[in-house]
């Protein structure tokens, strides 16, 4: 059970949009579409953003989108702002009951 | 409102077994999957486990030193972590599920392993 692969870093300017990748296996992101993301400031607990690879929590902006094509999931940012900084975790369901989550991705805003 | 606590030593020794708890409240635990999941210092997240309605199933990197338990009548959701190294260093957290992710989540409790 491997982490998925995230970069390890992203950045943009305000009212940019960003994506971040989430990559894994056929077996894993490509074989099911329950990839979620979580948003996690410095030393807070972390906050669902997405689920089930395009979906949005009550709350959450409508500028978190999520998209997957193959073994690869994408969160999008649009209109990239200050409050957006953090870091962005991929997880993805992979068979047998079992979770893996992606290495992580700073996202830095200029 | 739905609230996660956990708590637990936050010391415990090479060799030992780390036992944390997590308090719930605004909601029946026996409604709902419960996870933990821990992050290292600087690191990132990493799934340990989950529990439903007696059933748990484990990372299956950890699973011969895990064990996630519940206790209805307190609410409550519990971890144990055999034969620690500095390696399970981290904070952990509770979640709960809403389907296949974590809705819902814990402050977080720093665990250290060291003598």
């Known amino acids: 059970q491997s982490a998925l692969t995230q970069p390890a870093s992203v950045s943009g300017s305000p009212g940019q949009s960003i994506t971040i990748s989430c990559t894994g296996t056929?077996?894993?992101?490509?074989?099911?579409?329950?990839v979620s993301w979580y948003q996690q400031y410095p030393g807070k607990a972390p906050k669902l953003v997405l689920y089930?690879?395009?979906k949005r929590p009550s709350g959450v902006s409508n500028r978190f989108s999520g998209s997957k094509s193959g073994s690869t999931a994408s969160l999008t940012i649009s209109g990239l702002q200050a409050e957006d900084e953090a870091d962005y975790y991929c997880?993805?369901?992979?068979?047998?009951?079992?979770?893996?989550f992606g290495g992580g991705t700073k996202l830095t805003v200029l | 409102q739905v609230q996660l606590q956990e708590s637990g030593p936050g010391l415990v020794k090479p060799s030992e077994t780390l036992s944390l708890t997590c308090t719930v409240s605004?909601?029946?635990?026996?409604?709902?999957?419960w996870s933990w999941v821990r992050q290292p210092p600087g690191k990132g997240l990493e799934w340990i486990g989950y529990?439903?309605?007696?059933?748990?199933r484990y990372n299956p990197s950890l699973k011969s030193r895990v064990t996630i338990s519940v206790d209805t009548s307190k609410n409550q959701v519990s971890l144990k972590l055999t034969s620690v190294t500095a390696a399970d260093t981290a904070v952990y957290y509770c979640?709960?599920?809403?389907?296949?992710?974590?809705?819902?989540w814990g402050q977080g409790t720093l665990v250290t392993v060291s003598s």
């Open positions: 997880c993805s369901y992979v068979g047998s009951s079992t979770l893996v």
């Open positions: 089930g690879v395009t």
């Open positions: 529990i439903y309605s007696g059933s748990s």
């Open positions: 979640a709960r599920h809403g389907d296949w992710e974590f809705d819902y």
């Open positions: 056929s077996s894993d992101v490509g074989n099911y579409n329950l």
């Open positions: 605004g909601v029946s635990i026996s409604s709902y999957f």
